[in-house]
């Protein structure tokens, strides 16, 4: 038992992960619909969009050092592809979505006309936002912002997205957004039976990008991302283009964004400008921030747990949950600036080695070899 | 080992806001050297390096190397064609084990493909350059524990593994003791016979000294002088730089 523990201790034993990664899977793909109501089934599979958008973060902000404000611009482009999808689907052939028939709208627009087919519409929702992050992060990164200024820049283009949304009333739907779906793929959506359908779709859609993002992380392209997080100056002269470390990781995070949205739309049943412009943006950078934006799994857990308590506070503290909320907030930065990673890292260290936090026999050993070069210079 | 040159600069302009940091060089540093640099503070040294590696933009002026002009590349570009350099201030990625620092440096030349693997063991390279500079111990420790000089050291590790055509050292033994300095200058002499060109800049006499084939003065964004060790130190010019005789604005001494 405690040679178990000792693997599921160490972090970077190949089997521990697996044993790990195969106890949360399980978890998620067949305790969760077995204990949890339709009703809560549905609002993980919420909370497990947001867990990919955190995935993505993770590996922008966590490893690439990018502070990616406005993953509400790749959110939505995501989500909007799909909902223009199910719309045009609900419509059928030679039908206008319901919305454009109360603006007016006379005809398709032209953009919208190929979301038409599903071939077309499902594989945009990943891949526009990745275009969009590749050509703004080539832009961008090449210009040197950086810090504070790509942040601000990120953000403002979630804001300029939102405008551009609500203006275009006949297009988009407006401040309304898309909404009043009933079917995918003629699926019923209405029914609450099918929670579990979509509920999984979106477990293994997490488990997925999980996978992508750790190779990313674990492989030598991830080790050049960190370089270029410490010091991005350096990284240029051992010959990398930081431009374009830096554009792959932004993209890959565009991606995952787009994916989230575009599994958010049918179980939510809406895509709308107030779910993506600067206040959400930045609670998605919340949500990773209190998970621990260096670890990938508590990138996500960040997603899925600070929702699930927010959830549990708005229903027992109707007027006073979002007080409490921030204060779960400031005590986890002020208390715990790793995230709830910094805590599992603490009690992992006690675990691993019992009576031994301080310094254990291996600590003690590198230590020595530090001392004695540092004696004998090399 | 050829006679031509590997770097030939000519009439190398550096300006910053009006100061002329480098003033019309010319230098020409031939295959397999060890040639040093020296000069007063404020000579232009270490501006004539960012110029070289492409960190600073010349006003004016060339720089060819291995025939290929480097004025206005990228940096990673010039790294690509095969000057590494080291830095005054050692920078090593803290976060990064040792061990990773020089893997990342060694796996420049892969392509973007092979980065998305993971790393499998250590690479002979990689290997061979931590002991060279005695840090093979300290692998698996992360670069934010060692002292100033294991950085430098793992920055010489670090360009060495890249195995660069012409590398400069930016005053690699600034704050080493006697013996360090001996093992570095050794080291810089085994790395020319194995083919690489190296300029050190360099403030130690006594270093240059031993270790040094070819000397090139500079003053004031120029060339002063240039030749062995010896022939340098009786040139009365780099006397009376070095021994700060009373000098005009423009750095000539004043007859008197």
């Known amino acids: 038992m405690s040679r178990l523990a000792g693997t599921l ?86 039908q206008l979505p319901d919305f454009m028939v109360w603006s007016g709208v006379e005809s398709l627009p032209a953009v919208w006309a190929p979301f038409r087919h599903a071939w077309f519409a499902l594989p945009m929702a990943v891949l526009l936002p990745m275009a969009v992050a590749a050509v703004l992060g080539t832009l961008v990164f090449r210009q040197r912002v950086r810090g504070a200024y790509f942040a601000i820049l990120s953000q403002g283009l979630a804001a300029a997205f939102v405008i551009v949304l609500v203006g275009q009333q006949g297009l988009t739907g407006g401040t309304n957004g898309l909404t009043n779906f009933t079917q995918l793929f003629g699926l019923d959506l209405t029914a609450q039976a099918n929670a579990s359908i979509l509920y999984t779709m979106v477990a293994l859609g997490l488990l997925a990008v ?22 991005e100056d350096r990284v240029r002269f051992l010959g990398y283009d930081p431009t374009r470390i830096k554009v792959v990781a932004y993209t890959a995070a565009a991606g995952m964004a787009g994916l989230a949205g575009a ?19 930045i609670e998605m950078v919340i949500w990773v921030a209190l998970g621990g934006r260096a670890v990938l799994a508590w990138a996500a857990g960040g997603a899925v747990l600070v929702n699930w308590v927010k959830t549990g506070l ?23 600036p790793k995230g709830m990673a910094g805590i599992g890292e603490y009690v992992r260290a006690g675990l691993g080695r019992p009576g031994a936090v301080r310094l254990g026999p291996r600590a003690r050993d590198r230590a020595t070899a530090r001392d004695r070069a540092a004696q004998e210079p090399a | 080992m050829t006679d031509a040159p590997l770097l030939e600069i000519r009439g190398l302009e550096v300006i910053f806001d009006g100061f002329h940091a480098v003033d019309g060089l010319d230098l020409t540093v031939r295959e397999g050297e060890v040639r040093f640099l020296i000069g007063p503070n404020g000579a232009g040294k270490t501006t004539l390096v960012d110029a070289i590696t492409g960190l600073v933009r010349p006003a004016g002026g060339s720089i060819r190397f291995a025939g290929e002009e480097l004025v206005g590349q990228r940096e990673h570009r010039i790294v690509g064609l095969g000057v590494g350099r080291t830095f005054q201030t050692p920078t090593v990625f803290e976060q990064l084990s040792v061990l990773e620092n020089v893997d990342v440096a060694a796996s420049f030349r892969l392509p973007f493909r092979s980065l998305l693997r993971r790393r499998r063991g250590v690479t002979d390279r990689v290997r061979r350059a931590l002991e060279d500079v005695g840090l093979a111990e300290l692998q698996e420790e992360p670069a934010g524990v060692l ?96 021994l700060g005789r009373p000098r005009d604005a423009r750095g000539a001494a004043v007859v008197a």
Do not use: N
């Not at chain 1, 521990?16 to 339709?38: C, K, N, Q, T």
């Not at chain 1, 179980?267 to 993506?276: E, K, Y």
């Open chain 1, 314 to 336: 708005s229903e027992r503290f109707p007027s006073g949950w979002l007080y409490l909320f921030g204060m779960v907030f400031v005590v986890v930065i002020a208390f715990a």
């Open chain 1, 210 to 231: 999980f996978l992508i993002a750790r190779q990313l992380v674990a492989s030598r392209y991830g080790r050049v991302l960190v370089a270029v997080r410490d010091s």
């Open chain 1, 9 to 94: 201790a160490a972090g970077d034993a190949r089997w521990g992960f697996l044993i790990r990664f195969l106890v949360v899977a399980a978890a998620m793909l067949l305790l969760a619909p077995a204990v949890l109501s339709d009703f809560r089934l549905s609002l993980l599979a919420k909370f497990l969009c947001f867990a990919i958008v955190a995935v993505g973060i993770g590996l922008a902000w966590g490893q690439g050092g990018m502070l990616v404000l406005g993953q509400g611009l790749f959110f939505g482009l995501g989500g909007y592809s799909m909902g223009m999808y199910m719309k045009l689907e609900e419509a059928g052939p030679g």
């Open chain 2, 147 to 242: 002292s100033h000089g294991q950085r430098q050291w793992l920055e010489v590790a670090m360009v060495l593994c890249q195995r660069p055509r012409l590398l400069l050292l930016d005053e690699p033994v600034a704050g080493m003791t006697g013996e360090e300095r001996q093992r570095t200058g050794e080291l810089a002499t085994r790395i020319a016979a194995e083919g690489t060109t190296v300029v050190v800049i360099e403030h130690d006499m006594d270093f240059v000294r031993r270790f040094a084939t070819r000397v090139t003065v500079m003053h004031e964004g120029a060339l002063l002088a240039e030749g062995t060790v010896a022939e340098v130190q009786q040139d009365a010019m780099v006397r009376d730089v070095y």
């Open chain 1, 263 to 281: 599994m958010f739309v049918p179980i939510v049943g809406i895509i709308s400008p107030a779910l993506l412009g600067i206040l959400p943006s």
